[in-house]
């Protein structure tokens, strides 16, 4: 069974949309839980504002951290409700990463279908787990946000 959790401001506006996409990524045998906190910005000092979200997890947890603001020249910025859609959707994708130990937080390498690959010398929009997490936050926000 897959355990979610969510906190921060405005989470209940998305948690049909989290809920929908837990359905879509993960496999519903496995026992995993996700903590998924919505905050103002997931970075701190100089890179306030630059991140749009974080997952960090293993193959038994994941956390994910979606930022509601961005900064422009010392200027908070909210974000869309359909941009918090899809940084939920992309995070939420590496969550399903960590839990089938496609990745991990220890070094670059993709564990796909028995195959490990060295990530380290890709650029980090060429990495698999980047590639299909950026598919995956598309379909997904285009599937389901607006039908929330």
Known sequence: MINVYTEGKDSKKFHTFIDECVVA????DTDYTIFVELKKF???GEELGSHAGFCMGD???SVVSVATHWMLDDEEIPYKDH????????ELTHAKQFCRGQINMIDHVWKH???NLD?????YMETPWEVE?????????DLL???V
């Open 25 to 28: 990524l993960f496999d519903f």
């Open 42 to 44: 997931v970075d701190e």
């Open 59 to 61: 193959e038994e947890e």
């Open 83 to 90: 941009e918090i859609a899809s940084n939920l959707a992309h």
């Open 113 to 115: 279908n028995e195959v």
């Open 119 to 123: 990530c380290k010398d890709l650029d």
């Open 133 to 141: 997490a950026y598919a995956f936050e598309d379909i997904l926000t």
């Open 145 to 147: 946000w607006e039908n």
